[in-house]
């Protein structure tokens, strides 16, 4: 069992940064691939990014490339994700999850075993 929890979101700017965390219960996270998704109001859940179990491999939507950095710390039970150059198209619900497939699958939230409750990033123009 892993049990998620996101900070780090606000009310910010537009060309702001924004670092989003989210702490891992349990001495199993460094087994876990990691993912964070946002959902805006009235649209689906959309996959940003996500890291390998080691954080040695990445991946990322199209859209956030090189705006987004996903990271994470084994040793701190935490993963990050980094949002710089803030649009107010990145206005979302943003969430963390945890899976133990790899990262081929990451872009679909049905991969996903275990969710945090979310944060809201709120980017005003």
């Known amino acids: 069992q892993v049990q998620l929890v996101e900070s780090g979101g606000g009310l910010v700017q537009a060309g702001d940064s924004l670092r989003l965390s989210c702490a891992a219960s349990g001495r199993t996270f460094s087994s876990y691939g990691m993912g964070w998704f946002r959902q805006a109001p009235g649209k689906e859940r959309e996959f940003v990014a996500a890291i390998s179990w080691s954080g040695g491999s990445t991946y990322y939507a199209d859209s956030v490339k090189g705006r987004f950095t996903i990271s994470r710390d084994n040793a701190k039970n935490t993963a990050y994700l980094q949002i710089d150059s803030l649009k107010p198209e990145d206005t979302a619900v943003y969430y963390c999850?945890?899976?133990?497939?790899?990262?081929?699958?990451?872009?679909?939230?049905?991969?996903?075993?275990?969710w945090g409750q979310g944060t809201q990033v709120t980017v005003s123009s």
């Open positions: 999850a945890a899976t133990r497939r790899g990262l081929g699958v990451a872009t679909r939230h049905y991969n996903y075993d275990y």
